[in-house]
Structure formats: C-alpha cells, structure tokens
C-alpha cells in the first residue's frame, strides 16, 4: 500500500506545495517533527518539514523545494493520484507549546516557510500574541498569501532582499527593531544556517530564548547513520533524535554550516544528470 498525492501545487519560482495521505502521521504529529519520504523503491530518504497535519482527513501539507533528484522527480514524475513508497513519522522532537507572551517565528527558506505556519497556530491556540515574518530573495520567491501564516499571526511581515515585496530586507531587521520595542519574549525560526548564526548572536545580548531548526543531511533520520549529529553544548548531538528544533545559543554553527556542504558537488552532478534526461525525454 502507497501513500497517494491529494494535492500539489507551485509556490514560487523553486517551491511547491504537496498534500499526501498519512493517517498515521496525521493522527500524532506536533509542532517541531518531521517526516521522511521515500519516492520509490531506488528513492532516497528525505525529510520533510510539515505544513500542517489534519487528523480528520489523514491527510499531511508541505513545502518542498526543487533541489534535488527526488524533489525534481516529486515535481515532474509524481502527479495528484499517484503514490509515494513510503511516508514515515513523525520523527524528532516537538517543541513544547505552552503560555510564552509573544512569540515570533522567522524564515527565510522552505522548511521554515511551513514551520512557521504549524508553530504559531499551535502557540495561538495557547494563548500567546504570535509575530510571523516571512524573508523572501524577490517577489518571484514570495508564496501566495493562502500559503502563509497571516491567519494564525497577530502581526505578519513579509521582507524581501530587493524590496519588491513587503519591506526591504530580512527578518533580522524586522526582529531588531522588535526587539528593541520590547515586544519579543521567545523566537522560533529555521531556514538558512547562517541566517540562524546571525540570529544567535542577535539575540544572545538580550537573553532572549531562541529556538531554531537545524538542519543536517540526514541519511536515516532515526540516529542510526550519525550524518546529521551536531556539536550542542560541547557535546555530540543528533538532529534527527534530539532535535531538529533546538537552543540556537548552545548550538556550534560553523560546525553546522561546514558539515551541511559536504555533499554539495555529488549532489549538484546528480542533478544535472536527471535534468539532462528530463530534457532528452521533453519533459522540461
């Protein structure tokens, strides 16, 4: 038995969005898990972000960018209808939702994209006032609204580098000036690794809690590979068990960064092999 496509749809010049049925995810995944997907039965493991979990449908959202051969092959091999191998999760730890005060999340890629959404309708429901702020590089980059966490956010913000969407700039900027406002009791965000450093050290003088996603290669994403382990604390840990969500101050971000390219080339030459038979066949 497969996990059928309910849904996908495009995002952005890079990003998508695909619905799958996974009662078994659905039914007792919480904010801060994950998934892992498997195409077929050559497919890779890759984890996934989730968008939203619906226990009534069965059915789990999320934002996938094209980057890889298994998200090419998710965009053009897979339509609505057809069925994933395998959907496994929820996987990692979930954050612990409770009454912060005002709680911020901030992204700058897709995982975080969907985080944002998922954690800020969690810590609305618990009471707290809840800031998104959505950094884009151009407005080519920008999600249609229904995608984004306006309806779950008392105060929403949407930054691109080159202004032609919302504010000119990142969310470090726009969290600066919360900050200073006083307006900022605990942020959550995920996306790029060094935006995240950046993001420590911005809020390292304040004492300000600061909980973010780290996101290593992951081979198995049960800690069995060890290929996602981090340096937290001084000690070895491992995204996928311990995390992924964690105290971005007690985290070694160059450690992070250094680890996160180590398969860059291998991966950038199977890309471009699958998108030369794409092309061969005419189907890009």
């Not at 995002?11 to 799958?20: C, G, K, P, T």
């Not at 959202?61 to 998710?74: A, D, E, P, Q």
């Not at 969290?175 to 690794?193: M, R, S, T, Y």
């Not at 960064?257 to 471009?272: N, W």
Request: hydrophobic share 40%; charged share 30%.
């Amino acid at each position: 038995m497969g996990y059928k496509i309910t849904a996908k749809e495009n995002l952005s010049v890079i990003d998508f969005f695909m619905e799958v049925e996974a009662p078994h995810v659905a039914r007792s995944w919480k904010p801060g898990q994950f998934l892992v997907l498997i195409v077929d039965e050559k497919g890779e493991r890759v984890p996934m972000s989730v968008y939203y979990a619906d226990e009534d449908t069965g059915r789990v959202g999320m934002f996938i960018r094209r980057h890889g051969v298994t998200t090419f092959k998710l965009w053009y091999e897979k339509q609505v209808g057809d069925e994933l191998l395998s959907v496994a999760g929820p996987l990692g730890k979930p954050i612990e939702v409770k009454h912060y005060g005002n709680v911020v999340f901030a992204a700058d890629a897709v995982c975080a994209q969907a985080e944002c959404y998922a954690t800020l309708k969690a810590m609305k429901e618990a009471g707290n006032y809840t800031i998104a702020i959505h950094s884009f590089e151009t407005k080519d980059h920008v999600y249609p609204e229904k995608f984004l966490s306006k309806p779950v956010a008392d105060e929403f913000y949407i930054t691109t580098e080159d202004g032609s969407v919302g504010r000119k700039g990142h969310y470090l900027d726009v969290l600066k000036e919360l900050i200073e406002q006083d307006k900022v009791d605990i942020v959550f965000a995920g996306g790029k690794l060094g935006s995240l450093k950046k993001l420590a050290e911005l809020t390292r003088p304040y004492g300000i809690p600061t909980i973010t996603t780290v996101r290593q290669i992951m081979v198995d994403g049960t800690g069995m590979c060890g290929s996602c382990r981090i340096l937290y604390d001084g000690e070895v840990k491992f995204a996928c068990r311990d995390g992924p969500m964690f105290d971005a101050h007690k985290v070694d971000w160059d450690d992070v960064i250094r680890r996160d390219s180590r398969f860059a080339e291998q991966q950038a030459l199977a890309r471009e092999r699958y998108l030369a038979k794409l092309k061969e066949k005419g189907v890009i």
